[in-house]
């Protein structure tokens, strides 16, 4: 038995232009977090016996993880499409704000935006969700239904917008 796993698919491109920026900017940040820690880690290499120091051994995970990150937005970053705001307001596109209603009354607000962009607890869905796959191109007062873990869950549109709701 092996453990191979077909890779995950590929997540879209597209990005809005603040998320962009934040990406930008937490890439600078782990550069200067980077040199931190390299500091912190030459430290602890210089005290000496390294299999039992606890502080080299953190850093050393701790550069790791840095580095990992660094090389993910630095190969992500020039392949991502920033999108910008549409002609077209009243169809459902990347970055639109959609109030949306189940059929048991609940609303809530969500936002299309890139794979690299979502935040639950900010209403922030990936574009490459099925929520999201269904409002593609939907108008106010259009319904969607979709699938999830088996259960069908309706929605309709009570609203859309292209600037925070904030």
């Known amino acids: 038995m ?22 930008q900017q937490e890439l600078k940040d782990i550069w200067t977090r980077r ?6 880690l030459s430290a602890a290499a210089a005290e000496g016996d390294r299999s039992e120091n606890a502080e080299y051994i953190y850093r050393k995970k701790e550069l790791r993880e840095l580095d990992r990150r660094i090389r993910y937005l630095q190969k992500r970053l020039p392949d991502l499409t ?47 969700s099925p929520v999201a796959r269904a409002l593609l191109k939907k108008m106010v007062d259009d319904e969607i239904s979709v699938e999830v873990a088996g259960d069908t869950i309706n929605y309709a549109v009570l609203s859309i917008s292209y600037s925070s709701p904030t």
């Open 2 to 23: 092996s453990r191979y796993r077909p890779p995950a698919a590929k997540s879209s491109p597209y990005i809005s232009r603040e998320g962009f920026e934040r990406l």
């Open 35 to 40: 040199a931190d820690v390299t500091m912190h």
């Open 82 to 128: 920033i999108v910008e705001r549409r002609a077209d307001e009243e169809h459902i596109y990347f970055g639109a704000w959609v109030e949306l209603e189940t059929d048991s009354g609940d609303v809530k607000m969500v936002r299309l935006v890139g794979a690299d962009e979502i935040d639950p607890n900010a209403g922030y869905i990936s574009i490459d």
